[in-house]
C-alpha cells in the first residue's frame, strides 16, 4: 500500500507499458487508502443493520469478501515493489557527500572553526557517536566526509506491517476453510458426536462454583473425554475463559442451563415417570390427555413486583420450576412447583401428581477448529513489531565535512518520516560542536 | 440479578470525596490553561502544576475504589471512562513534562475536551457508578491488557484531536489577518498557538502513540474474546467501530508520512478518527447493541 512518490503521473503514462501501469495502479497508496476508506464506511453502515443481518448480508457477501481480497492484493504488491528499493535504500547508503552536495540538504549548518582540518572532524565523529550513530569516515579526492546513520530498520517497518496484515488476511482465511463452528453440550453422563471433526465428547461432572457474590453468574466447570474410534484422544476440564483445545480445536464454555429433574405419578397405577426438563422442554402424558411444559427454573425464588417470578440469586436457595399444562389445546395459567412439594393436577382422565425432585445444570459449549491460529498469532505479533519499527525506529543519517573554502564544518542530516527528530537531532549536534569551538 | 458489592460508609466517603476534589482540581487546571492561552504566561506553569496535582488525587480516588470494587476498576461505562480521562491526563502530562512546558496552549484545548468526558460521566444519567462484583467472564487477565491498551490508545487520539481543534483554529485566524490585526484579542490568542508545522507534528506524534496502543487493543481483544466466546472476530459494533476508528488513523498515518500529506486534509482525518472513537465509546453503549454490553 505505501509507495514512495512515483514520480509524474504524465511521466508514467508515457514511459509504463499498460501492464505495468495496471501493476502501479493495484499497487498504489491510493487504492490502498481507497479500499480503507471504502471498507470503513460500509462497517459504518453494517453496524447500523441488525448483527446477524449484518454477518450474513454485508461482511460475508462475495462483494465485502471481495473488497477484502482487492485490499490484501493491493498489499502483497505494495510490498513486493518496496522490499528492493527499501533494501537499497537501507544497506546501501551513499556515504561519500561534498560539501555543497550537504549543504543542499533540507537540513544542514555551516559552522566556522577556529582549527582547521582533520580535528574538528574528529570531534564530530565523537559527537555522532555520542548521538548514537554509527560512523564510518569516507576519504575521497575531494576531501574527507564522516558518515553517522542510525535506525536503518526502521526503514522495514511498513513491510513487515504489511506483512502481517497479509498474515492476519491469510490466517483468518486459512481458518475458515480449514475449520468449523459448531454448538453442543449436555449435562452430566451426556455425549456427542461431532461429524465435522469425527470425534466424540463424553461429559463428565458438570459442577456450579459460585462466586462470593451469589447474585454475580456462577462458573461452571465440566469434564470432557474426546474420544475418537474408541479411543482417548484428550480429557480435561471447560470452564470458563478455559477452553479445552486438541487438534487445532477448542471447545469453549459457552453457557449453562438449569435442568429440572420432575417425578410425574400417575396414583391410580403408581406409576413413577423420571424426566428431566430443560427451561421450554414440553411432555404430552398419552394417558392423561395433557401437556406438561417447563417454562422457567428459579434457583433461588421470589415474586418481583407485579407478580413476576424471579431469583434473588443463583444459590438453590429455593428453587422453583414455573410450569404450564395444556389440557385439550387449551392452556392453562402458569404455576410453580417447589423442590420436594407435590402438586395435583386435575385431568379429564383423572388426577396426576408432579413432583420436583431435584436440578442439575447443563454445560453449552462453543466448538470451533481453527488451524490458522497460529497464523493469525504470528501476524498479530509483527504487527506490533512493525508497527513499533514504523513509528520509533526512525532512521537517520548524517553527514560531515571540512569546507576549507570557507574553514567550515558543514553538516547535513536526513531522515525517513521523521523531519522533525533530525532536526533536533541536528540541534544537538550543532550545540555541542559550538561547544567544543568555545561559542 | 446483579448485586453490588458492600462497601463501608468510610471506603465510600473517601472515594467519593476524593473524586469531588479531582474534578474541582481539574477544573481550575482548565481554568488556568485557558487564561495562559490568553496572553498570561505566569498561568501556564501554575496549570501544569494544577493538574500533576489533580492527577494525584485522581490516582488516589482510583486506588480507593480499587480497594473498594476488590478488584481492577475497569468494568463498566463509569470505570472505563474515568480510566480514559486519567490516561488521558497521564499522557499529556508526560509529554508536557518531555517537552520542558514549552507547549501549555495545548493544555487549553485537551482540558475542555477532559472535562466534557467528566460531564459525561457523571452527569449522563444512564451512567452507573455503582461496585459491581466482576463477572467470571471478566475474570481474566486480558482485562487488564484489554483495557489498558485501549484507554492509552484512546488517550493519544484525544491528544491528537487537541492539537487537530488548535490547527484548524490557527488556520482560520491565519486566514482573518484583518480581523486578527484589529482585535488585540484575536493578536494574543493567534500568537499563543504554535506554529501549524509543530501542531502537525504533535497531532502525528499523539496519533502514532494511539494508533499503536489502539491496534494492541484490537490484538488483544481477539485473544481473549478466542479464548472466551471462540472466535476471535465476531463483527460485533464495538469490535467493529474499533477496527473503523483504526482504519481512520491509518489511513491519516499512511497519507502522511508516505504520501507527504500535511494541513487540512489530514487534520480532517484526526477529526474523524477521534469522532470514530467516541462513537466506539459512548455511541456504540447506547445507540447499537452487542455482546460488549459490560463496557
Known amino acids: ?439 | 440479578m446483579g448485586g453490588l458489592i458492600n462497601v463501608s460508609p468510610t471506603g465510600l466517603l473517601v472515594e467519593n470525596t476524593l473524586f469531588v476534589i479531582a474534578v474541582v482540581v481539574y477544573l481550575l487546571a482548565t481554568v488556568g490553561y485557558v487564561i495562559n492561552l490568553f496572553g498570561k504566561k505566569e498561568w501556564g506553569g501554575f496549570a501544569a502544576n494544577t493538574l500533576r496535582v489533580a492527577f494525584l488525587i485522581h490516582t488516589a480516588f482510583i486506588l480507593t475504589r480499587t480497594v473498594n470494587v476488590m478488584r481492577v476498576p475497569f468494568v463498566g461505562h463509569f470505570e472505563f471512562g474515568n480510566m480514559f480521562i486519567w490516561s488521558t491526563v497521564l499522557v499529556y502530562a508526560w509529554t508536557e513534562w518531555r517537552l520542558k512546558d514549552k507547549y501549555h496552549a495545548v493544555g487549553a484545548f485537551l482540558m475542555p475536551v477532559v472535562m466534557l468526558y467528566i460531564s459525561y460521566i457523571t452527569l449522563f444519567p444512564k451512567i452507573s457508578r455503582a461496585h459491581n462484583p466482576l463477572p467470571p467472564v471478566l475474570q481474566s487477565n486480558w482485562l487488564k491488557f484489554h483495557v489498558s491498551a485501549s484507554v492509552l490508545g484512546y488517550a493519544g487520539f484525544s491528544l491528537a484531536f487537541a492539537a487537530a481543534l488548535m490547527w484548524v483554529l490557527k488556520y482560520v485566524m491565519e486566514n482573518k489577518k484583518d480581523a486578527v490585526k484589529g482585535s488585540p484579542f484575536l493578536k494574543t490568542l493567534t500568537q499563543a498557538l504554535p506554529q501549524p508545522r509543530v501542531l502537525e507534528e504533535y497531532m502525528y506524534r499523539a496519533s502514532v502513540f494511539g494508533f499503536l496502543f489502539q491496534t494492541v487493543m484490537i490484538i488483544t481483544g481477539a485473544i481473549w474474546a478466542d479464548q472466551s466466546w471462540g472466535r476471535y472476530w465476531g463483527w460485533d459494533p464495538k469490535e467493529m467501530w474499533s477496527l473503523i476508528t483504526w482504519f481512520v488513523f491509518a489511513v491519516y498515518l499512511h497519507a502522511r508520512f508516505t504520501r507527504g500529506w500535511t494541513g487540512k486534509k489530514t487534520v480532517a482525518l484526526v477529526l474523524v478518527g477521534w469522532v470514530a472513537m467516541m462513537f466506539t465509546w459512548m455511541g456504540v453503549a447506547w445507540l447499537l447493541s452487542g455482546i460488549h454490553s459490560f463496557g
Open chain 1, 1 to 439: 500500500m505505501a509507495q514512495e512518490t512515483p514520480g509524474l503521473p504524465e511521466q508514467q503514462s508515457t514511459q509504463a507499458s499498460p501492464i505495468k501501469q495496471i501493476l502501479n495502479f493495484l499497487s498504489s497508496m491510493q487504492l490502498g487508502i481507497i479500499l480503507l476508506l471504502l471498507l470503513a464506511v460500509i462497517s459504518v453502515f453494517a453496524t447500523t443493520q441488525e448483527m446477524n443481518t449484518a454477518i450474513s448480508s454485508i461482511y460475508t457477501s462475495w462483494w465485502f469478501v471481495g473488497i477484502m481480497a482487492f485490499t490484501a492484493l493491493n498489499l502483497l504488491l505494495c510490498t513486493i515493489e518496496r522490499i528492493g528499493p527499501l533494501t537499497r535504500q537501507a544497506f546501501q547508503p551513499k556515504r561519500e557527500m561534498t560539501a555543497d552536495g550537504i549543504k543542499k540538504m533540507q537540513i544542514n549548518r555551516v559552522i566556522k572553526v577556529k582549527s582547521p582540518g582533520d580535528e574538528p572532524l574528529a570531534s564530530v565523529q565523537q559527537i555522532f557517536k555520542s548521538n548514537g550513530l554509527q560512523t564510518t569516515v569516507q576519504e575521497t579526492s575531494e576531501g574527507i566526509t564522516l558518515f553517522g546513520e542510525r535506525g536503518k530498520f526502521g526503514y522495514f517497518g511498513s513491510i513487515v506491517t504489511h506483512l502481517s496484515l497479509l498474515l492476519i488476511l491469510l490466517g483468518a482465511m486459512y481458518g475458515a476453510l480449514t475449520g468449523y463452528e459448531t454448538r453442543n453440550g449436555g449435562m452430566s453422563g451426556d455425549n456427542f458426536f461431532v461429524t465435522q471433526g469425527n470425534w466424540r465428547a463424553d461429559i463428565g461432572e458438570v459442577r456450579m462454583v459460585f462466586e462470593k457474590d451469589p447474585t454475580v453468574r456462577p462458573r461452571v466447570y465440566s469434564d470432557v473425554t474426546i474420544t475418537r474410534n474408541g479411543k482417548v484422544i484428550k480429557e480435561g476440564t471447560v470452564s470458563i475463559n478455559d477452553p479445552l483445545r486438541f487438534e487445532g480445536t477448542s471447545i469453549y464454555h459457552s453457557t449453562f442451563l438449569w435442568i429440572s429433574q420432575v417425578n410425574i405419578t400417575d396414583p391410580a397405577t403408581g406409576t413413577v415417570e423420571e424426566l428431566k426438563f430443560f427451561e421450554g422442554d414440553r411432555y404430552f402424558l398419552q394417558d392423561k390427555g395433557v401437556q406438561f411444559e417447563s417454562l422457567a427454573f428459579f434457583p433461588d425464588f421470589t415474586m418481583a413486583a407485579g407478580g413476576r417470578p424471579t431469583s434473588k440469586s443463583y444459590n438453590p436457595n429455593r428453587p422453583v420450576l414455573a410450569y404450564r399444562i395444556t389440557i385439550n389445546g387449551q392452556q392453562e395459567p402458569w404455576d410453580l412447583l417447589e423442590l420436594n412439594e407435590p402438586a395435583t393436577l386435575e385431568t379429564p382422565n383423572g388426577p396426576v401428581e408432579i413432583t420436583l425432585t431435584g436440578f442439575e445444570n447443563a454445560a453449552v459449549y462453543s466448538i470451533a477448529k481453527n488451524l490458522g491460529r497460529p497464523i493469525l498469532f504470528i501476524g498479530a505479533v509483527l504487527m506490533v513489531i512493525g508497527l513499533y519499527m514504523s513509528f520509533f525506529l526512525f532512521p537517520r543519517r548524517f553527514w560531515a565535512t571540512f569546507d576549507a573554502k570557507t574553514s567550515s564544518l558543514v553538516v547535513g542530516g536526513r531522515g525517513y518520516r521523521n523531519r522533525l527528530g533530525v532536526e533536533q537531532i541536528m540541534e544537538r549536534i550543532e550545540s555541542e560542536i559550538r561547544n567544543r569551538e568555545g561559542e
